[in-house]
């Protein structure tokens, strides 16, 4: 136990300085030699690093750490763990995403698995679909009846909120339970990482899906559905690592097809 | 304390001793609540300090003012916006129960008229504004702008933007409004959020208002997209109040984070301003 304490990875908060943490700093700077506040250890380097501790690796892998960077539930320093990324370990997430066929991605986000990718990526999707959906519509309207006029629904945008921030949030929790259930161990933070980045490839068929033409989008949505989805799928084999559960990558891989084919339908139809 | 010392006084020490001799004769016995960014620059603890030989004619003094020219701006000192001064309205009767129990009279801003207190809230939101969203190349620190902030403009300019697009709906009036206001609310505290919990150094009000008066532009974007009804014009006014907007808040945010970061704190602001911008267009 005085072995995980060692490792605290605290020199990443700024701003909170108990007077205790130095000498810990101290300790830590001498087994971690290229850790500082500005620098971390390259996160596809394999899992684990020179000391950063991942978070929920040693104890549960639940949401919760039992870790010593829980402050309360309502104290902003328990959550800045998850948000500790730089804007080039973001993009190169990002452009991996855009890769199904490699199940790595599990790997990469292992030491450092991040929530800023779920919040802002769906929340990007959320408007995307919301405001290309109504340039779509009122697109494909015209080119059947040319006298329509461009009104927009603001209900696209609720219905946008939604389906997606209830899909990234719950589906995610959904497998996390079920994968307890079914025995292994699994973190519900990496899954919402993984959930959450997984939406990316969305955004940018969004604005491929405002041409009128049906067949074209079609095929846009199920190539994109099908290379989100098996990301997905893929992925979440190789963190559960037990070939008896291939089952669950498979509903998940057609839970994402699913909601491609929902946004289509209900966004750009 | 005599009044034969002759220290000549520094040039900004009138406005420290107009605020000391203020406080004391306003909040005797306790600190105001602490608003962060203009703490009280005297040390609490200091009862009674130097400055009651100091009392300039304004507060009806205890001891004998005296008589330079110094203090010949005091008179119209409290008009300005002090930093720590003026209190929330709401709590100007109890600050009246204090100062009446020991110090003297009411203080002004109890006893004022009402058209007073607007227009001191009124003159600092106009100096709040003028000093964020407005082109000042020679601004001392643009990151720490906004000293004195308060939350009246933000509600305002939300609450316009929100009644505009509403206006400018032809159907669903309400539901507009509501998802604007939601949209520009939830927004600024989420803003906010993300820059505390990307370890950034902000304080939580402070940015809330900084964002609000950030909106100012799309404000004056929204009401000519509303009066005029050609979308070209509408594209070009909203590009040029979106820019402006994120011209504004691009400082403040861009200093708060770990340089590293930058893009991700800024990346959000963005977001909100365009997706508020196609509200602007979209609505008709």
Known sequence: ?269 | MSNSDTVPLHPSSQSDIDEIENLINSYPSSVLPARPPSPPRIPVSSTPPPPPSFIPSNLPPPSVPKPTPVFSPAPSVPAAPLPPIPPPRGSATSSSSIAGSGFGPAPNTLTEPVWDTIKRDLSRIVSNLKLVVFPNPFREDPGKALRDWDLWGPFFFIVFLGLVLSWSASVKKSEVFAVAFALLAAGAVILTLNVLLLGGQIIFFQSLSLLGYCLFPLDVGALICMLVGNVIIKLVVVAVTLAWSSWAAYPFMSTAVNPRRKALALYPVLLMYVSVGFLVIAID
């Not at chain 1, 959906?133 to 006298?147: F, I, K, P, Q």
């Open chain 1, 1 to 269: 136990m005085e072995e995980s304490f060692t490792n605290l990875p605290t020199s990443h908060f700024v701003g909170s300085v108990p007077a205790v943490v130095s000498e810990e700093k101290k300790a830590t700077n001498n087994e971690v030699p290229g850790a500082n506040l500005q620098i971390f250890p390259p996160n596809n380097a394999g899992s684990g690093g020179q000391g950063y501790q991942p978070i929920g690796s040693t104890s549960d892998g639940g949401g919760q750490p039992a870790t010593n960077n829980w402050t309360g539930v309502f104290s902003i320093s328990s959550y800045t763990q998850y948000f500790n990324v730089d804007t080039d370990i973001v993009l190169n997430r990002l452009i991996s995403s855009l890769y199904p066929t490699t199940g790595d991605f599990v790997n990469k986000i292992d030491a450092n698995p991040d929530l800023y990718g779920l919040v802002w990526i769906s929340t990007t999707l959320v408007f995307a679909i919301a405001s290309l959906g109504n340039c779509a519509t009122y697109l494909m309207h015209r080119r059947s009846d040319h006298s329509t006029s461009w009104t927009f629904d603001v209900n696209y945008l609720n219905v946008a909120a939604g389906s997606i921030y209830g899909y990234a949030l719950i589906v995610p929790l959904g497998y996390y339970f079920v994968l307890q259930y079914l025995g292994s161990s699994v973190s519900l933070i990496r899954f919402w990482c993984l959930w959450g980045y997984s939406l990316f490839i969305f955004i940018l068929t969004s604005f491929l899906l405002v041409i009128p033409v049906e067949f074209l989008r079609w095929t846009i949505i199920l190539i994109a559905g099908a290379a989100s989805a098996s990301f997905v799928g893929l992925n979440l084999r190789s963190y559960i690592q037990s070939n008896d559960l291939t089952i669950v990558a498979i509903s998940a891989f057609v839970l994402q097809m699913g909601l491609s084919i929902f946004i289509k339908m209900w966004f750009f139809a």
